[in-house]
């Protein structure tokens, strides 16, 4: 049985314990910190990123330096940031490609992406949107199965590449619908929607982002989201799993990593932050003109996410058989 003094000695070595992590988490950030995008500039990780981390040099009063570093779908960029010091001082922002190139890259990859990162938290989510063209003789997402079901093979859809998030979405609505349609990969979200609007294609999975004017314009039909939750940007369009597929949940994000063993007074802190930037009206309009939505997570919330994302990436990719382009 423990005695007061014994109580007492034990909370002082608790607090002894935790005094290095808060200390370590106030001093931080001393210097500026980098924050890697391995995608192009100009693009939705790219933009969801420099808006936060905007607001993170205004509130930490420290410089956050994005630096993209584009290449091999995510790849190249990634490589870096699992190499860098775990020290916070190197960042990544990243999207569920990055989940997805474990299962496509396999034993190609010179890292880890489940052991060698940790997740600090979720940034957005970018709803996906099964869009049709105009010509295809469907309204509703019923009448889309219907159809491909009489027509076995005859509805082409387009993505934007092997093992893209496009391309993943609409193989588990294939695996679900129990449908037969074929796939013609593209290289990036641009042509995957210029095929849609020329006729090349008749039906396409969608970021939301790359659909949107061309939907309000009435030149492609929106016939369900793929998240769990209807799309702010197209609160009248229903979700897959409303329109006649329950269960359909498959809702590609965009997050902040950091290298495994970073502290984590260092990553709460972070994790911190950011929830707070995303809470900013002009943030939030940033995003909103993306057509993404703010999707703030704890640190361990956003980590059973990753677990539960890399598996259900992983039987997906095997199930479509999709390969390195």
């Given at each position: 049985m ?18 290095p ?19 192009p500039a100009?693009?939705?990780n ?36 699992a ?12 999207s569920?490609?990055h989940v ?20 600090v938290?979720?940034l ?10 105009p ?10 199965i ?11 859809y ?19 619908a ?19 609007l ?11 982002g ?15 989201v793929?998240?769990s ?13 409303e ?30 932050e ?23 997570t ?9 677990r ?18």
């Amino acid at each position: 049985m423990n005695t007061p003094l014994s109580c007492t000695a034990a909370a002082l070595a608790a607090a002894c314990i935790a005094l290095p992590s808060i200390t370590l988490a106030q001093a931080w950030p001393a210097k500026p910190v980098r924050v890697v995008i391995p995608w192009p500039a100009g693009g939705s990780n790219d933009i969801v990123g420099r808006v936060v981390m905007q607001e993170l040099s205004r509130t930490l009063s420290q410089q956050f330096v994005i630096d993209n570093r584009a290449g091999a779908s995510g790849v190249v960029g990634a490589d870096l940031v699992a190499k860098a010091p775990a020290d916070g001082y190197t960042l990544m922002v990243h999207s569920t490609t990055h989940v997805g190139n474990a299962h496509l890259y396999g034993k190609k990859l010179t890292y880890d992406t489940m052991k060698d990162f940790t997740g600090v938290g979720m940034l957005s989510s970018q709803p996906g949107v099964l869009t049709v063209h105009p010509a295809l003789p469907v309204k509703t997402l019923k009448d889309f199965i219907a159809l491909a079901k009489a027509k076995p093979r005859q509805i082409n859809y387009s993505s934007s590449g092997n093992g893209s998030a496009p391309h993943l979405q609409m193989a588990l609505l294939i695996s679900m619908a129990g449908i037969d349609i074929t796939h013609v990969p593209y290289k990036g979200g641009a042509p995957q929607v210029a095929a849609l609007l020329g006729g090349e294609t008749q039906a396409s999975f969608a970021t939301l982002g790359t659909v949107i004017s061309q939907i309000q314009a009435g030149k492609l039909r929106p016939l369900g989201v793929g998240s769990s939750s209807r799309a702010k940007a197209l609160p009248g369009v229903p979700t897959i799993s409303e329109a006649g597929l329950p269960g359909y949940d498959m809702n590609p994000w965009i997050g902040v990593f950091a290298p495994a063993g970073t502290p984590r007074a260092i990553i709460d802190r972070l994790n911190t932050e950011m929830n707070q930037a995303l809470s900013i009206p002009e943030v939030m309009s940033t995003l909103a003109k993306q057509a993404l939505d703010p999707a703030p997570t704890t640190v361990d919330e956003f980590n059973r996410i990753l677990r539960v994302d890399f598996e259900k990436y992983g039987k997906l990719i095997a199930l479509t058989g999709a390969k390195i382009e």
